[in-house]
C-alpha cells in the first residue's frame, strides 16, 4: 500500500522560507515522478511541482516559478520542496503523490493520484 507522509509545514511572515518533505513508501520510488500539490482553503488541489526519478526533469507551476525548487533524494525515498519568497497565496495544504506509470513528470489529471497522505499545513500571514 501507497504511504505518503509529508511534513515541514508552519507559519511563516509573507517572504519567509520553509522546506516542506514528502517520504513515501509501498512502491519503487526510485522509479516514479513525483508530484507536490497544493490546496487552498475551499479551492481544489492544484500540481504546484513535479521532478522525475533523476531530478533532471522537473516542472512548476506558473504561480511558484522562481520562488519554489523541487529535489529528491532517492536513497531516502524523499522529496523536498524549498519555499521561498512565500506570499499569502501560497497558504494551503502541500500533498505529494506518485506517478506510477512514469518516470518523467507528465501533468496528468488529479483524480489519477491515489492514496494521498494527510498534507502539511502552510500558512503565509503577518
Known amino acids: 500500500q501507497l504511504q505518503f507522509v509529508e511534513s515541514g509545514g508552519g507559519l511563516v511572515t509573507p517572504g519567509g522560507s520553509l522546506r516542506l518533505s514528502c517520504t513515501a513508501s509501498?512502491?519503487?520510488?526510485?522509479?516514479?515522478?513525483i508530484h507536490w500539490f497544493h490546496q487552498a482553503p475551499g479551492k481544489e488541489r492544484d500540481r504546484v511541482s513535479c521532478?522525475?526519478?533523476?531530478?533532471?526533469?522537473?516542472y512548476y507551476a506558473d504561480s511558484v516559478k522562481g520562488r519554489f525548487t523541487i529535489s529528491r533524494d532517492n536513497a531516502k525515498n524523499t522529496v523536498y520542496l524549498q519555499m521561498n519568497s512565500l506570499k499569502p497565496e501560497d497558504t494551503g495544504v502541500y500533498y505529494c503523490?506518485?506517478?506510477?506509470?512514469?518516470?518523467?513528470?507528465?501533468?496528468?489529471?488529479?483524480?489519477?493520484?491515489?492514496?494521498w497522505g494527510q498534507g502539511t499545513q502552510v500558512t503565509v500571514s503577518s
Open positions: 503523490a506518485a506517478d506510477l506509470s512514469r518516470a518523467f513528470c507528465f501533468l496528468n489529471v488529479i483524480a489519477q493520484y491515489h492514496d
Open positions: 521532478i522525475s526519478v533523476s531530478g533532471g526533469n522537473t
Open positions: 509501498g512502491f519503487s520510488f526510485a522509479y516514479n515522478a
